[in-house]
């Protein structure tokens, strides 16, 4: 990678005057990801996924594919007092409306970064960047296991307004868990999804006839409250015991349009920050993450960087030690 794309899109603050050990933040601590100088690269590993042709096929307001940059400017600033290591895999492009190339191209990473024993933290990007990162630890597993009879289960996490179960021609931001239940059926391996923050109001009744028929584990946001969450973290505990690896993704349109104005769809109602950080932390408490990605920031549309700050406490809930 080089030196130059590391230096514009990792900088910030230095607190010379404090205890260097003790005021570092994640700008002064990432490196290149260079999986050919070294056969680990154990922490976290980011990837930004360039990509809104699927919100454009999904007649959705575009400007997600600038988010990966703008989310890593915000990144740099988290205060970094652990000892994993962070690195930077560079940008995967949607060149010319190639979604399906870039689908590839991100999956190849996905499970370069895997095999190098890295945990894959994608920035998209709109929420097409689900397909690829799923393939990526399908990729993985499939070159990893030698016993192919041996299948582990991949449980799906999505926060979102949105199933994404639409059935369409081509791939969109709207298609990606549709794409994915019909790529496990060829694959003869289990489509094990769960969508919490669903929107009546965001998904027609054939979403929710289809998540019924695949299936999926649904909670709607008006059952995602903090008086619902001890029902809430019982049932994705549920949901949690038959996986034996989870591939997390947040759609940050899961928040209320106050919180996180800068979505490609802002929700009028949404699901508090503090409700999905308490979620995830059950889910990191299983030891099972295995991949996770951010999707649809905006930054033409955001107000004051509130959304991409968001973006940024995700990141430093998910990947803290």
């Not at 703008?70 to 988290?78: A, G, I, T």
Request: hydrophobic share 40%.
């Amino acid at each position: 990678m080089h030196e130059s794309f590391m230096k514009e899109a990792w900088s910030g603050r230095i607190d010379r005057e404090e205890v260097p050990e003790l005021s570092l933040r994640l700008h002064q601590c990432v490196q290149p990801f260079a999986p050919s100088e070294s056969p680990s690269a154990e922490g976290v590993v980011v990837i930004g996924f360039c990509s809104d042709e699927g919100v454009k096929r999904n007649q959705g307001r575009i400007g997600a594919a600038h988010a990966p940059n703008q989310l890593r400017r915000f990144l740099s600033q988290l205060p970094w007092q652990t000892n994993l290591p962070v690195y930077d895999a560079g940008n995967i492009d949607c060149q010319d409306g190639q979604l399906e190339a870039a689908h590839l191209a991100l999956a190849e990473q996905v499970a370069l970064v895997l095999a190098h024993r890295g945990f894959p933290f994608i920035l998209g990007g709109g929420h097409e960047v689900a397909y690829g990162s799923w393939l990526g630890l399908v990729t993985h597993l499939e070159r990893s296991i030698a016993d192919h009879s041996v299948r582990p289960t991949i449980g799906i996490i999505n926060f979102d307004a949105h199933f994404d179960l639409r059935k369409a021609e081509q791939s969109s931001s709207g298609t990606p868990f549709y794409q994915i239940a019909e790529a496990c059926n060829a694959r003869n391996i289990d489509f094990h999804y769960a969508c919490f923050g669903v929107s009546e109001t965001a998904n027609t009744l054939a979403l929710f006839e289809r998540a019924d028929a695949l299936n999926v584990c649904v909670r709607k946001d008006k059952a995602l409250t903090l008086l619902d969450l001890p029902s809430a973290r019982a049932q994705l505990a549920s949901f949690m015991k038959d996986c034996d690896l989870i591939y997390l993704t947040i759609d940050l349109d899961v928040f209320p349009a106050a919180v996180a104005p800068g979505v490609s769809a802002p929700a009028p109602r949404g699901v508090s920050l503090e409700v999905i950080e308490s979620l995830i932390d059950e889910i990191k408490a299983t030891g099972k993450l295995a991949v996770a990605d951010i999707a649809e920031y905006n930054p033409t549309y955001d107000i004051d960087n509130h959304t991409a700050r968001v973006a940024a406490r995700l990141f430093y809930t998910i990947t803290r030690g």
